[in-house]
């Protein structure tokens, strides 16, 4: 499996107007996504977080960074 999560402290929360749909976002930490992965019954092969710059977050709130937690793992 290959996956890209939020990554960061614990979130949740909706934007009204994504991409012109309403939108659900959460993310946890690093350490809870592989704590999850692993109870969904995988073992983590490889994780890494990657912290990207968006030139505009959301409308006429300007630029932003988001962090993205990819993890490859394999069913055990």
Do not use: C, Y
């Amino acid at each position: 499996m290959l996956a890209t999560l939020g990554s960061g402290a614990s979130h949740e929360g909706v934007v009204e107007d994504w991409l012109g749909v309403r939108m659900f976002f959460s993310g946890f930490d690093e350490e809870t996504n592989e704590r999850l992965v692993r109870e969904a019954g995988f073992e983590v092969v490889q994780s890494q977080v990657e912290v990207i710059h968006e030139p505009e977050s959301e409308l006429g709130k300007g630029a932003a960074t988001a962090a993205f937690h990819w993890i490859l793992a394999r069913k055990l």
